[in-house]
T-cell receptor, first 115, second 116 residues
């Protein structure tokens, strides 16, 4: 059973600070690592994703860093804002049953950004 | 904004009742999924479908069943609900047709089920 290990489980950051969430994965059939953001009462929504051809991807204040040899990837939120307070999930694809695929999610990180 | 809808949003029922959670999407996506989300946040895949008349069980064993008779509709049914079924159920769809790229999942807002 493939697992994606995510840490920390919860994180408190001051406004303007940097939030860092880490994930470690086991073998995957291909490299595609998304991060999803979930607000209370809502379903998760794609925040940012990285493909295998780069080791880092930045979109605004959000950056994914990818270390293929260590099988780790992380999300950095720069200049964290109270509006970033949410649950964050990393995910990795798992090739199952031939040509089909699905996402395995990490255990989630509850981020609270204090004003 | 994604066009994927789940009903009911909240449901409280007694043990032994049959329930169906509805999920519909208007994006024409072939891939659809049901995830169960624990109170502790973890998302577990319980069912997925890659098109009409295609359904498979996911990682987490579930007593629920699903059907995919129409592309836009992917209902989940529990024949006899028990307190252990109390959870949030999230439906998702994906428009990517490549077998090697999962693509963006669009989630509904979830159905929170409480079985007394």
């Amino acid at each position: 059973q493939q697992q994606v290990k995510q840490s920390p489980q919860s994180l408190i950051v001051q406004k303007g600070g940097i939030s860092i969430i880490n994930c470690a994965y086991e073998n995957t059939a291909f490299d595609y690592f998304p991060w999803y953001q979930q607000f209370p009462g809502k379903g998760p929504a794609l925040l940012i994703a990285i493909r295998p051809d780069v080791s880092e991807k930045k979109e605004g204040r959000f950056t994914i860093s990818f270390n293929k040899s260590a099988k780790q990837f992380s999300l950095h939120i720069m200049d964290s804002q109270p509006g970033d307070s949410a649950t964050y999930f990393c995910a990795a694809p798992w090739l199952y049953g031939g040509a089909t695929n699905k996402l395995i999610f990490g255990t989630g990180t509850l981020l609270a950004v204090q004003p | 904004e994604a066009d994927i809808y789940q009903t009911p949003r909240y449901l409280v029922i007694g043990t032994g009742k049959k329930i169906t959670l509805e999920c519909s999407q208007t994006m024409g996506h072939d891939k659809m999924y049901w995830y169960q989300q624990d109170p502790g946040m973890e998302l577990h895949l319980i069912h997925y479908s890659y098109g009409v008349n295609s359904t498979e069980k996911g990682d987490l064993s579930s007593e629920s069943t699903v059907s995919r008779i129409r592309t836009e509709h992917f209902p989940l049914t529990l024949e006899s609900a028990r307190p252990s079924h109390t959870s949030q159920y999230l439906c998702a769809s994906c428009g990517d047709s490549s077998p090697r790229y999962t693509g963006e999942l669009f989630f509904g807002e979830g159905s929170r089920l409480t079985v007394l």
